[in-house]
């Protein structure tokens, strides 16, 4: 066999070894890809994902009820119930679920209420959440945090036209986690002769929704004194209740 | 007449390798395409994917807390992919069927069946827990 013919099967050789190679990486690669996107991952996930929602949902249902005169001892009785029903979920083995409510300064029992006069009113329950899955081929530690906080930020001033006679505008702004939230409903009262009064009964009264939490209301009355106690009574759109009261000063 | 033999020769070896080469490319360029066909997702995956989407903002235990069965059914319908049957059963705490009417969209077709439970919590004040079991079939 000459030399020249040895190299025509040599080029041939060489091309199906670069397409053994082309193939073999791209099948590599392949598999690599599908074994990360696996289904029983992507289930797996969602379903660590769901018990992390659901804790969620148990936090603000307890800070519903508590915030709305219930017993602050409903989030921990809560809290047992959703791990025991997560206890009884063997989807993807043994599930142990635990929750620590927050002890920390402001926190008791895992809530914090308070509905001050300063014109800063919050309510909040919070824990921490473990969670740990094992058997049938899955192996999970994990934890996260279960804070749901509610806030309302009361500020105003009035202008005195004569007399008593004072026109009153008041701000109220709404948080759900430190960010801007919609409020389910609002009353607003003042403060006259040591009784709270509805000044939405006033024919001055007039009341501006900002569309991002923030709510701005306006009245004129005859209130004796220097200061204008106004209260805000509000449930945001999860139905959590915050109180908060301030001393209005004129402006 | 040798030496025209070999260059033909010559020829039909270098078209043979640029057919391989040429070849290996098409099929390795095909080959990722493949990947995400929804079929390679299976409906377990799919069910939890929908009730977790629905379950998102509150709005599955709204409906349950309510009855509204049929609205329950509508999402579903609207969440999971056409060509995929379904079966819902909500149960409660102690593991009895809530729902008195069947939420489905006509029983469970197709060659393969699937079963998913969800856990779910209701953001209301009694603080319901429900267990809902989701039968897929596609």
């Keep these: 066999m000459s030399r020249k013919s040895i190299r025509g099967q040599a080029l041939v050789l060489a091309a199906l070894t670069i397409s053994l190679a082309i193939l073999s990486t791209q ?42 005169g219930g017993a602050a001892s409903n989030f921990r009785g809560n809290l047992d119930r959703w791990e025991s029903l997560a206890a009884g979920d063997y989807q993807f083995g043994r599930c142990d679920l635990n929750a620590t409510v927050a002890s920390q300064t402001p926190y008791s029992d895992g809530l914090w209420l ?9 309510s909040s329950a919070s824990a921490d959440f473990t969670l740990n899955l094992s058997g049938r081929g899955a192996e999970i530690d994990m934890s996260f945090e279960g804070n749901i906080t509610t806030t309302a930020l009361v500020s105003g001033s009035f ?20 960010e801007p939230a919609l409020a389910e409903s609002i009353d607003l009262a003042y403060l006259k002769e040591a009784k709270w009064w509805d000044p939405s009964v006033l024919g ?20 004796p004194g220097n200061r204008v106690p106004v209260r805000f009574q509000a449930y945001d759109r999860r139905v959590v209740f915050v109180q908060a009261e301030a001393a209005l000063r004129a402006g | 007449m040798i030496k025209s033999r070999r ?48 379950d998102g903002n509150g709005t599955l235990g709204r409906l349950i807390e309510a009855e509204s069965w049929e609205s329950i059914e509508l999402c579903l319908r609207a969440s999971l992919p056409a060509g995929v049957s379904f079966n819902l ?50």
């Design chain 1, 159 to 178: 202008v005195r036209f004569g007399g008593n006679i004072k026109q009153v505008t008041v701000i109220l702004d709404l948080l759900n986690e430190g």
């Design chain 1, 27 to 68: 099948a590599y690669v392949y598999q690599r890809s599908r074994a990360e996107a696996s289904a029983d991952w992507s289930a797996l996930s969602d379903y660590v994902l769901s018990i992390e929602q659901g804790s969620r949902h148990v936090v603000v249902a307890s800070l519903v009820n508590v915030s709305n």
């Design chain 2, 89 to 138: 059963t909500v149960l409660d705490e102690t593991g009895a069927p809530v729902n008195d009417r069947p939420i489905s969209n006509g029983g469970l077709v197709g060659r393969d069946v699937e079963s998913v439970e969800y856990l779910l919590a209701v953001e209301s004040g009694s603080c319901p827990l429900y267990r809902l079991r989701l039968q897929l079939g596609g």
């Design chain 1, 114 to 122: 308070d509905w001050g006069t300063d014109g800063k009113g919050v």
């Design chain 1, 204 to 223: 001055s009264y007039s009341r501006q929704d900002f569309g991002n939490g923030t709510y701005l209301y306006s009245f004129t009355d005859e209130i």
């Design chain 2, 7 to 54: 260059g033909a020769v010559h020829t039909l070896e270098a078209f043979m390798a640029a057919v391989i080469i040429f070849t290996t490319l098409l099929y390795a360029a095909a080959m990722p395409r493949e990947r995400d066909r929804p079929m390679e997702r299976p409906l377990e995956a799919v069910g939890m994917g929908a009730l977790l989407t629905l």
